[in-house]
């Protein structure tokens, strides 16, 4: 089954404690995207990947690392969380052809204390 | 800058009503897509349709129907006879060609459907 997963799907966690959200997809897709999602605000683009090694900053980079060493995995890195990046989290995946629509996995849910 | 506003926040409306839920974008670009995607109560985002900025012919799916008008940038979704599983959060998206793809993508605040049985 085509599929974009994320884990953890849920955390709670306590500021400054670093942490790696997950995500891989069993597509071969070239382009991989992070985007973080916030009441009002809708989903905004953390980062984003156009293919192994190539990785450039969406619209609220800011306290995220990503990495993209295998064309099917691309980790969402929290060096030092803060409260304020406290959200629902989505990853996404797409074929450098069929860009848009993307591919999008279920979430995952990060509390920071 | 690119921009998407979903001007409405929230909607209710009664079983079996029809709805339009609109969306106005804001870019310079003369390429562009626009989409929409429905996040039910469960969370996961389902891709409801694509639309190209060269193709303002509008589309009826089943019960669902966009209307594409560059003259007002607006690009709306209808939903006909409205269905209890229709309730949803519906985000609109702008997706903008940068560099080698249309890798920057731009959503809407999105707008809550609660329909009612």
């Known amino acids: 089954e085509a599929q974009v997963t994320q884990n953890p799907r849920y955390l709670i966690t306590v500021t400054g404690k670093k942490l790696t959200v997950t995500c891989s997809q069993n597509m071969n897709h070239e382009y991989m995207s992070w985007y973080r999602q916030d009441p009002g605000l809708g989903l905004r683009q953390i980062y984003y990947?156009?293919?192994?090694?190539?990785?450039d900053k969406g619209d609220v980079p800011e306290g995220y690392k990503v990495s993209r060493k295998e064309k099917r995995n691309f980790p969402l890195i929290l060096e030092s969380p803060s409260p304020n990046q406290t959200s629902l989290y989505f990853c996404a995946s797409a074929p450098w052809w069929a860009n848009p629509p993307q591919h999008f996995g279920d979430g995952t849910r990060l509390s920071i204390l | 800058a690119q921009k998407v506003t979903q001007a409405q926040t929230e909607i209710s409306v009664v079983e079996k009503e029809d709805v339009t839920l609109d969306c106005v974008y804001e870019?310079?670009?003369?390429?562009?897509?626009l989409f929409w995607y429905k996040q039910p109560p469960s969370g996961e985002l389902v891709f409801l349709i694509r639309r190209n900025s060269f193709d303002e012919q509008n589309e009826i799916s089943g019960r669902y129907s966009w209307n594409f008008q560059k003259s007002t940038s607006s690009f709306n979704f209808t939903i006909t006879a409205s269905q209890v599983v229709d309730s949803a959060v519906y985000f609109c998206a702008l997706s903008v060609f940068s560099k080698t793809s249309y890798d920057k993508v731009i959503f809407g605040p999105g707008t809550s459907l609660s329909v009612i049985p």
């Open positions: 870019t310079r670009d003369t390429t562009y897509y």
């Open positions: 990947s156009m293919n192994v090694e190539v990785t």
